[in-house]
Structures are given as structure tokens and as C-alpha cells.
């Protein structure tokens, strides 16, 4: 995963509420090694959407947040990956790669105008 292209934060009920962190891997880039027993599956389906678009992986002991997949028009099917749950990793390095996406209205190409609470 290459850290140095960026992460996102989101708007989104979901994400805003936990206060998420995280970077777009491709699924082809993506792979668990060990622990899948270990996660719970969080199924989130969006206001006025049929059925659920991302699932969220956590670990069932303790509640970790470890990453979401989901398919999208634009990316396939891509991995989003817990900078939280990442061990060695300087946030203050990444701070300024955030970008903030307005998810809140399905405006993933632009940013919200309100990111204070991301």
C-alpha cells in the first residue's frame, strides 16, 4: 500500500460518526493473511439504495475497525484500509494527503464544506 498517494475522509453517516480514516488499496493489491475469523462483517447500505454497497471488517474481540470493501462504477472493486489499525505509521507525515470527500451527498469528486469534525 502506498501511503504516500494519499487517504480520504468521508462525511457519510458511517464515517463521520466513527471518525474514519483510510486508504483506497485496488482488491488485486489487498490480501489477509491471518485473523479472518477474527472480523465481523458490517453491511451499510446507504439511504435510498437498495442493498448494501460496503462492508466493514472489525474484529469481533476488540472492535477494531480493520478495513471496508465495495464496488464502484469508477474504482471496481476496492479495499478501504483503516489507518487507525496500521502499525508504524507516522500520522502526522499524512495529515497533509487527506482528502475529504462528500460522501453525505454521494459527491465522491468533491470535497464537503464542512470538514471540521472529518
Known amino acids: 500500500m502506498d501511503l504516500s498517494k494519499g487517504t480520504m475522509r468521508c462525511n457519510c453517516s458511517i464515517c463521520a460518526k466513527a471518525r474514519a480514516w483510510f486508504a483506497l488499496v485496488p482488491a488485486d493489491k489487498v490480501r489477509t493473511q491471518q485473523g479472518k475469523s477474527a472480523l465481523a462483517d458490517y453491511q451499510w ?15 469481533k474481540t476488540r472492535g477494531v475497525r480493520a478495513y471496508a470493501y465495495g464496488d464502484s462504477p469508477e474504482l471496481g472493486r476496492f ?6 489499525a ?18 453525505r451527498l454521494g459527491h465522491y469528486d468533491r470535497e464537503p464544506e464542512d470538514t471540521r469534525l472529518l
Open 86 to 103: 496500521l502499525d508504524g505509521v507516522d500520522a502526522d507525515e499524512l495529515v497533509g494527503r487527506v482528502k475529504y470527500v462528500d460522501g
Open 45 to 59: 447500505t446507504p439511504p435510498g439504495q437498495p442493498e448494501p454497497n460496503l462492508h466493514y471488517h472489525f474484529c
Open 79 to 84: 479495499y478501504a484500509i483503516a489507518i487507525a
